[in-house]
């Protein structure tokens, strides 16, 4: 007769230990945290290309400065057959303010709106707002305000775009994907510099172009005194004030930029989050020269 093994192979049936068991519980851990990473990393790219998809619809609905003319002209030659395309004004009123007609229709949509940030052959190209009562309610939401991992370039509350303060303060999301004030890192390069001296803020009562006189990295330390608090400078008392900020600022930079500025210039400081110490910053100051 022939034995019967089934009973026999059961038994040796190998039982798992607990360290079996506890790799088995470790493996699905490790692959549920993969899975998670995975799909955190593509809504974290899914959000930023959406962003940088409404940041380039809001531009294109920017026309350019020469479908204006002077408003003096506008109204001389409105509604004049022989003019040809009628003449549009280059200021529209809108709630008691002139603003300039090229951005009433995204101030229409959002009146935090204050102006417009670009920095030509990168992708720096925003909106800029304001909201002095809440400074960082921009800082997780987009123009339309709604919850953004980018935000929306916002100016400091005690900066001045009206009348402006000596200096400007925006600050910037440096986004790893390449996007908002990420490009600011790119100064770091002496070549970056010479070839995008240039900074385009215009706000929404008129335009200017500004000039790069120093570019650095720094960090904010609340305890520590004695740093130099870039983000603290908004006018200066009496000159020296002013030539402390500018001279502080081209200490810092690790190249020359021969360009510099005096009391009476105004300037704007760009600012994003650098990541080369604890509460790093990159800082880009610029003069107006128009």
Known sequence: MKEDTTKHTKGRKKKKTVKDRLLDVLLIFFILVFVGCGGYLGYYYYMIHKGQARAEELSEMIPEDDEYVDEEFYYATAGDAESGTPAVAMFTEIDGKMILTKYSKLYEMNKDMVGWLYIPGTL???????????E???????????????GTLFVSKYSDVVKPTDNVVIYGHNMKAGTMFHALLEYENEDFYKEHKTVIFNTIYGNAEYEVIAAFKTNIKEVDDTGF?????????????????????????PYDIPVTASYGDKLITLSTCSYHTDEGRYVVVAKRVK
Do not use: G, H, W
């Open 229 to 253: 608090k870039y983000y603290q400078f908004f006018d200066a008392d009496v000159p020296e004030e002013f030539d402390d900020y500018v001279l502080n600022c081209k200490n810092l930079t």
């Open 124 to 134: 720096i190209s925003y909106p800029v707002v304001q909201t002095p009562e809440d």
């Open 136 to 150: 960082e309610y921009y800082l997780r939401r987009d123009f339309d305000k709604k919850d953004s991992m980018s």
